[in-house]
């Protein structure tokens, strides 16, 4: 399957923090109600392949210089690819939250 290496590598929890709400999104608590964030790979099918190392299917913004993309191709199954969008909905069915616009 043809696509790009999503590499990073941060020593600091705070630039983590943001290149994962960059990628992923988030759901952000309240008191009344629960949002979700739309990230980078809302839409796209991404594959964790190690510690700092996704393997998605199209191409991305590199993230304010955070991120280095490769272009490649790698032999994966389609059932291990899912978008951000789809981990958070089950993230929201398993601990039952109820998230506006998700």
Do not use: D, Q
Not at 20 to 30: A, Q
């Amino acid at each position: 399957m043809e696509g790009f290496l999503v590499l990073f590598n941060s020593n600091s929890r705070k630039e983590l923090t943001k290149i994962n709400h960059l990628l992923f999104g988030r759901i952000v608590y309240t008191a009344k109600e629960n949002y979700y964030y739309c990230g980078e790979l809302e839409n796209i099918p991404y594959c964790r392949l190690t510690n700092g190392c996704y393997f998605i299917s199209r191409e991305i913004p590199n993230g304010e210089g955070l991120l280095t993309l490769l272009k490649g191709n790698i032999e994966l199954n389609n059932n291990v690819l899912l978008t951000a969008k789809e981990y958070w909905k089950a993230y929201s069915e398993r601990n039952k939250l109820s998230v506006k616009n998700l």
